[in-house]
């Protein structure tokens, strides 16, 4: 790899010190060139604590405005000009930079990357997608999570095509199956919004499994799953608040007796295990599918491991090509209305 | 007590055991009267097997039809005029029981009380809610969770009203919070539909505590959480699929070692704790609300806990008027509305 990644310094709620040290090791082990987008002070003082750091293919770049997760959306994209997310997407939109990182402000980032890109021909809407890990160790990604209300068919449709070509692109699998979160598996099962998709889906070119459920999302037995915003984000919040209940009573219960302090002990490699399985750093971020660029945005709470992971998955975007696939897909599909536009 | 509560005998997925064994608990410690409706020689030879339940006040009520897990609702409506479910359903309407039980097919069960009982005046459309413990052992309800896909803005509201209703009367919250699930908590955040519903919400006279997210149905912040029956279902399925994910990676990983096994051995006991806390069958079912008469459906792996808590959880419902309460705060609300019909 030898792509550049803009990284936005500023974003993670510890920002920026996962930052920079996600930055060192992705240079020092994929060998991709990071330039650092933010306050050039803050960022020099976290990477004068890593002397090896020096020999590294990284750079700053000044940007004295910084997006906070209080921020609005609309209204961070207008009024900082100068922010450290604005001016790391100008470096993909101008060709200096390969792809953007960020762990920032998730409603802020998609509105700067939608108005600094724009979308792809063909693609009404761009669409953030999740990925997360199943039952089977396999990835699978859920899209769109929140970018998006009120979908038409169409827009449905669009999401299956890019995050078919995104799982294929990035997990390698060579035929991802693709199903349409609804509610019952038959065809006539769902709303008027999926019923539509359905009948869409069926006759795009890729491996319709058709209608799956909430509960499939984890099960291993799909890979692309395809959704309004408004549901896959009450899906994803939902899958948040269940893992943290579940986290909360084992941790109260195992601790209330010593007996069971001692089980927990002997036992908490197993719940180490647990926890890796269920890390989201390994998985690089949530891409932002459809626009013209490549823009990957973190978790808040992302640490080291899980920047480096989102600016090796932002390398491998640009340099995979995805975007061309998504354009060349996308106006296979439907030839004649690209050819108007 | 004193409520003639109909069973469906043949409902759950090991009928007529649970069923039998939950009647008899349901008879015993709360002085339910209860009908076992289903085919009379499995029941009588059920009942046979427990003799002290001679003198409990059980009867039986003898239909020879059985609706499956595999037929389609529409369909067994039609076709089994005889089944468990609609003969049991007519002792509520025809006032010979005060409410129906059952742990069948809840697609069918839906579709026989809806044109069996029929709706409440006021009600546009009757909602099923789904019961569930939080974080802070309190129980919350999250309706519609799949009887209505589609919902307009007032069909919302109604189910907020029903709901509140419900967790006054049968969890004893003096004034529960009641929350409309979204995406993003301000105001404006949303889709078309529940932006709508905001506004009709906010001018009830209930505690409407505006906006919450997937993450908050467990935390025990919110007591009533109203959603369309399509993401509502989505919410319910996806909780499903992260709990099995869960269990079956801890249980996978803490059988891999010795070491790791003691441990599972000695905290074994505050796994029990977890399964109860999680334990659906404590909370008796699943209510159908908006109907002229009582309905409560059960899980179809339900267990003699929880159809006895189903037949208690019926009786309460006859008992604490909660049909005439709806129909009073939706004439309240909307009084020239009602007034036409």
Redesign the interface.
Known sequence: MASVIALDAMGSDRAPKPEIEGAIQAARHYGVRVVLVGRESEIRAELDRHPASASLPLEILHADQVITMKDRAAQAVRAKRHSSMRVGLRLVHDALAAGFVTAGNTGAAMATAKMVLGALPGVDRPALAAVFP??LSTAAILLDV?AN??CKPENLEQFAVMGEIYSRSIFGLRRPRVGL???GEEEGK???Q?RQAFRLLKTLPLNFIGNV???????GQVDVIVA????G??????????????R???KE??R??I??Q??????????A??KK??DYSEYGGAPLLGLKGVCIIGHGSSNANAIKNAIRVAAEFSERNINTKIEKELRALRPHAVALT
Request: net charge negative.
């Open positions: 199943t039952a929140g209300v009120d979160l609804s509610i769902g709303n008027e999926t459920e909430g509960r499939d999302l984890y099960n309004d915003g408004f549901v984000n009450v899906a994803l919040k939902t899958s948040e608040g269940v893992a943290t209940l579940v909360n009573i084992l219960s195992l209330s007796t007996t069971r001692v089980g927990y002990w002997l036992s908490r490699s197993a719940f295990d647990f399985r269920l």
